[in-house]
């Protein structure tokens, strides 16, 4: 899945640009047309990052 592979190296990268650290991500799969695709936003409620080595928050 090199897309998978392309979503994760641009979201860990736009992160560090503000000094974030990227953590892991949980995304969710469907099908469309017989193909494997993402059917999850890409947003901070889906992810963990760290700043300073400590865990973020963005809901607080």
């Not at 995304?27 to 080595?53: A, H, P, Q, Y």
Request: avoid cysteine.
């Amino acid at each position: 899945m090199p897309h998978l592979n392309l979503l994760v190296y641009v979201t860990e990268h736009e992160l560090e640009r503000f000094g974030f650290e990227f953590s892991d991500i949980k995304l969710e799969f469907g099908r469309i047309d017989g193909k494997i695709v993402v059917i999850d936003e890409t947003s901070g409620d889906n992810m963990r990052v760290k700043k300073d080595g400590k865990g973020v928050d963005q809901k607080g």
